[in-house]
């Protein structure tokens, strides 16, 4: 682990010997995210947290600016707070000395999704999240597509019932 250290050699009669060591990270070179696996279609799910670190898994700092490039997420959009009320974001900027960030997710569709996140010289992060519908809040009905004869009955109608966004529960 990185640190400072002191190591001492002693033997009776002779005057001890000290030194001081210092041990740094290695050079960053993993990212690591973590975060709820499973969310409400609409929620803004999170907080996800990016985490910087070495080969060694010791936790390291960005040696500079660093960008993480968020890929994937099915139809859902990334966020910097934790409401989702501001534009949506496709990038987690790193300040120099940063050891990782956050971000939220929001999907309004029901699905399983994934997302990657990627920096240059950074092994790549991949986590999936299984969005599922709300409540059901309205009832959808569906007509039959063929007209039916004249003296027989039409075909049957279908209802189904379906959460705000449109997904049907699950």
């Known amino acids: 682990k990185p640190g400072k250290d002191t190591i001492t ?3 009776t009669g002779i005057t001890a010997a000290s030194i001081v060591t210092e041990v ?48 994937g997420g099915g139809r859902g959009f990334w966020y910097a707070d934790a409401a989702c009320a501001t534009t949506s974001i496709s990038v987690l900027a790193l300040a120099a000395g940063a050891t990782g960030g956050t971000f939220y997710f929001r999907d ?10 990627t920096a240059v010289a950074h092994a790549r992060a991949t986590a999936l999240v299984q969005i599922a519908g709300e409540a059901p809040a309205r009832l959808v009905m569906t007509a039959p597509t063929s007209t039916p004869l004249p003296n027989f009955c039409s075909n049957a109608f279908s209802v189904t019932a379906t959460d705000v966004y449109g997904n049907i529960p699950t």
Do not use: K, M, R, W
């Open 108 to 117: 309004q569709v029901s699905e399983s999704t994934s997302f990657t996140l």
């Open 9 to 11: 050699a002693s033997a």
């Open 24 to 71: 740094s990270a290695a050079n960053t070179a993993i990212i690591g995210l973590s975060g709820p696996s499973a969310a409400s279609a609409g929620a803004c799910a999170g907080p996800y947290t990016v985490a910087l670190s070495d080969a060694d898994a010791n936790s390291t700092g960005a040696a500079a600016a660093l960008t993480v490039n968020l890929y």
